[in-house]
């Protein structure tokens, strides 16, 4: 299974803008869709957006419309996710999370996904 872990967590005002990035080992990445949850106190660990490594589709909740985007580099195995006009309520733990593409649906549900990163904090002020 492929290995997880997060980086870019921090400390931003509101408005702001942050890029999150998740580096993927001992797995082949082109089998998997990547996706970012996010974890805030007394919530549910939600999904946030995903990517499907071979075609680069994408999948983003409502909330992150707009703001948010994600990618994926290929050469450096990496998926990265922009935040930008960060609300407080964006405030979180976000992880990374990789779950194996054997259909042709990007799963949205957390129990589905198989591999996860420790998190990264990201606190939004206002």
């Known amino acids: 299974q492929v290995q997880l872990a997060e980086s870019g967590g921090g400390l931003v005002e509101a408005g702001g803008s942050l890029r999150l990035s998740c580096a993927a080992s001992?797995?082949?990445?082109?089998?998997?869709?990547m996706a970012w949850f996010r974890e805030a106190p007394w919530k549910e660990r939600e999904f946030v957006a995903a990517i499907r490594w071979r075609d680069g589709e994408i999948y983003y909740t409502d909330s992150v419309k707009g703001r948010f985007s994600i990618s994926k580099d290929n050469a450096e195995n990496t998926v990265s996710l922009q935040m930008n006009s960060l609300k407080p309520e964006d405030t979180a733990v976000y992880y990374c999370?990789?779950?194996?593409?054997?259909?042709?649906?990007?799963?949205?549900?957390?129990?589905?996904?198989?591999?996860w990163g420790q998190g990264t904090q990201v606190t939004v002020s206002s």
């Open positions: 001992g797995g082949i990445v082109s089998r998997y869709v």
């Open positions: 999370a990789a779950h194996g593409a054997y259909g042709n649906t990007i799963k949205v549900t957390r129990n589905d996904y198989i591999s």
